[in-house]
């Protein structure tokens, strides 16, 4: 082939015809396909812009091997089926793919073992970093992200004692707040309904933050007015006629989950019960269906699309050296409507 030709064609180019293409160094193109973060911009999108042009397809698995590093960041959420990780995933998305960058996306079911073999598999992998809804993990989980020596950020809650790095909301300051305005909108008899609280930390935190704001109304605890329950609309149904057969006087019923209430909301209209008339029902987590059902439901509303933005940033900014420990509490917002 005559000197300064490109050649093109998916495996038949080779990474000098980018750079010949690019007008680039070698080492410049790897830059650009395993660590985008340390060039500019312009650097970067001339030498993505003729990878594209020729067709060059870099062989990931021996650039994994020789760097111990691939350009993916794994992402596990507790459910796919759930469209609450969704704007996380894609806030996280956007930001890694302007720094040429790829998320991989696993669902780990709400179970910690599956999140560890998950951990397991996208270590294998040599991701360059990991984002993590869990702020629970089981031991070997621990272990093996302590060997790995990569960023983590975790972002579905504000733990004590973080892995790494924490972007996320409180759910107890966020349970808590919801409570004390059921109360300062008269109701007396508030009950709670939340996931198993023996397997998932944040509906523990939500329960904590319920009672705290029970405290701060200065009223008492009343095991007939909490309930755990399993995922989804039907469980949300059940929970609301069970509550109200164990607890007639209830007055507002707090859903620490979305699904959960919409649930229940569609159980009172099944059942002619007048909410918030015979009962009031509140939220957690804003879902879009929340303002366009009769009557709307009062919520919290969570920054999740933020979320994820600000872990792919804080990610991004470990990968170029920082040593900064993220603590960000990127807080909620109390959002009433006629269902309360």
């Known amino acids: 082939m005559a000197e300064g030709k490109v050649r093109t064609g998916g495996a038949g180019a ?158 107890a300051d966020a349970a808590k707040a919801m409570t004390v305005h059921l109360g300062s909108r008269g109701y007396r008899r508030i009950g709670l309904v939340t996931l198993d609280t023996r397997i998932n930390r944040r509906a523990r935190e939500r329960q904590r933050g319920y009672l705290a704001g029970l405290r701060a109304l200065g009223l008492k605890k009343d095991t007939l007015l909490i309930s755990e329950v399993a995922p989804g609309l039907t469980s949300g149904a059940h929970a609301m006629v069970d509550m109200m057969t164990r607890a007639p006087d209830v007055d507002a019923i707090f859903f620490a989950g979305d699904v959960l209430a919409i649930g229940a909301l569609f159980e009172t209209q099944r059942r002619g019960w007048k909410v918030p008339h015979r009962v009031a029902i509140a939220g957690f987590d804003d879902l879009d269906i929340l303002q366009h059902t009769v009557p709307r439901l009062t919520c919290l509303r969570l920054p999740r699309l933020e979320i994820g933005r600000r872990s792919a940033e804080a990610l991004l900014e470990r990968m170029r050296g920082s040593k900064e420990a993220v603590r960000l509490d990127l807080g909620f917002e109390v959002i009433q409507r006629e269902s309360t």
């Open 14 to 171: 080779r990474m000098r015809d980018v750079a010949n293409a690019a007008g680039v160094s070698l080492m410049t193109v790897s830059r650009a396909l395993r660590e985008p973060q340390k060039l500019s911009e312009e650097t970067r999108k001339a030498v993505l812009d003729a990878v594209q042009k020729i067709g060059y397809v870099p062989n990931s698995i021996a650039a994994n091997l020789a760097s111990n590093r691939s350009s993916v960041v794994g992402q596990i959420i507790p459910s796919i089926q759930n469209s609450l990780y969704a704007d996380t995933a894609k806030g996280t998305s956007d930001v890694l793919r302007t720094a040429g960058l790829h998320l991989l996306l696993a669902d780990s079911g709400y179970s910690l073992n599956e999140e560890e073999a998950l951990i397991g598999a996208l270590l294998a992998q040599r991701v360059c970093g990991l984002v993590l809804h869990n702020t629970d993990h089981t031991p070997r989980a621990l272990q093996m992200i302590a060997r790995a020596g990569i960023p983590v950020i975790e972002t579905g809650d504000m733990p004590r004692t973080p892995l790494d790095m924490v972007v996320s909301y409180s759910n």
